[in-house]
């Protein structure tokens, strides 16, 4: 959904009585902890260092580039030199 600039990208998973992903996207176990809002709604969501940790497992495209700079910026994250601009070291 994207609304004013803003995309939401949104996963259906459920957990069980232990916390075990049962349904959807499989989550590793302690990863949703973030939270964020949408509208005046409260929403669980990945964490921060899990995002920074999912987005820097794969080759970048320009958009994952954009992400990692931000979360790094913003939460005080090391880029790894694979998603540095060429020549930065």
Known sequence: ????GRVVDVH?????????????VQYPF???????????SKVRCV???WMFKFK???TPREKDLQDVHA????Y???IPST??????T
Do not use: C, W
């Not at 998603?83 to 930065?88: A, L, T, V, Y």
């Open 83 to 88: 998603h540095r601009p060429p020549g930065d």
């Open 12 to 24: 259906v998973f459920e957990f069980d009585e232990n916390g075990k992903n049962i349904y959807g």
């Open 47 to 49: 964490g921060p260092e």
């Open 56 to 58: 820097t497992a794969y």
């Open 30 to 40: 302690g990863s949703l902890n973030g939270e964020g809002q949408i509208l005046q």
């Open 1 to 4: 959904m994207e609304q004013q």
């Open 76 to 78: 005080g994250f090391e």
């Open 71 to 74: 979360l790094a910026l913003k």
